[in-house]
């Protein structure tokens, strides 16, 4: 199937679920091949094989790679294999994320184990950027038009969850912005995206415990879309160290979600 990414290469980590599987679908909606990583495996629901088989279903090719993003050597290992399939990568998109168990709902940092540190921001923040490193020369051999999404949250401007939720988001949005200084002159973007509230399956089973409002939450496919708009702008240099909101590129670009519907907006204005 051909679409606007066709021929391109994308690797979308932690993809097995959420918005790093709406992102993998959407990019494989519009033909592009998407390396999909993540550390469950098989023919469960939230696996990479199953995401994998969603991206074929969507008109893209799927291909799952077991990678557990705390080990620097997976990711590696990742790298290389795409280099040794693809000998390039047109689009990263920095997503994984670990979920403290349990999660950090409020209270006070005192109350928190200290491994939800290591969790929100070793994963959430250092793992991206070991990502990056290793993806950078891969970038550079597609040449320019490349680009990287970092998915980081409004927690990187306000208190969402927990004081280190907070500090490894903006930590995201930070070097984002520094990278896009970097990767300039390589004629490469990178951007920060600030989804709202997205109705993951965390979120979804979340809220029947929490009493949860998801009616107004962006879908993660609507979300995935939203990337595939940065990828195929004209002005994405333009864009390069920016924050872009996800209701303002559904805006912008007439995205909707497998509903039809415009992701609506998170509340800020």
């Known amino acids: 199937m051909s679409g ?3 021929g391109k290469i994308a690797v979308v980590t932690g993809s097995s679920r959420g918005i790093g599987r709406g992102t993998a679908v959407a990019l494989g909606e519009q033909g592009a091949t998407v390396y999909i990583t993540g550390r469950s495996t098989g023919s469960g629901e939230l696996t990479i094989d199953t995401t994998a088989r969603l991206v074929n279903e969507a008109g893209g090719h799927g291909i799952p790679v077991q990678t557990d ?6 990711i590696a290992a990742l790298f290389a294999a795409v280099a040794e399939q693809s000998g390039k990568i047109d689009i990263l998109v920095n997503n994984v994320y670990k979920i403290p168990s349990p999660p950090a709902w409020g209270g006070g940092f005192w109350d928190h184990p200290i491994h939800i540190w290591d969790d929100q921001v070793g994963i959430g923040l250092r793992a991206h950027y070991v990502a990056s490193w290793y993806a950078a020369p891969l970038l ?16 990187g ?9 907070g500090a490894g988001k903006a930590g995201l949005d930070r070097l984002t912005k520094d990278m896009a200084i970097e990767l300039e002159p390589k004629g490469i973007a990178a951007i920060v ?6 109705s993951t399956e965390f979120i979804v089973e979340a809220s029947k415990s929490r009493g949860m409002d998801l009616a107004e939450a962006q879908t993660p496919l609507a979300v995935g879309r939203t990337v595939v708009a940065l990828a195929t702008c004209d002005d994405m ?13 559904a805006e912008e670009f007439g995205i909707v979600d497998e509903h039809g519907h415009r992701p609506p907006r998170y509340g800020r204005r």
């Open 69 to 74: 993003h705390g080990d620097d050597a997976q």
């Open 4 to 6: 606007l990414l066709s």
């Open 237 to 249: 240099m333009a864009r390069s160290g920016s924050i872009q909101w996800v209701e303002d590129l």
């Open 193 to 198: 995206l600030y989804p709202g509230s997205v």
């Open 140 to 155: 550079f051999a597609a040449g320019p038009g490349g680009l990287i999404v970092n998915v980081s949250s409004p927690g």
């Open 157 to 165: 401007q306000s208190y969402h969850f927990s004081s280190s939720y």
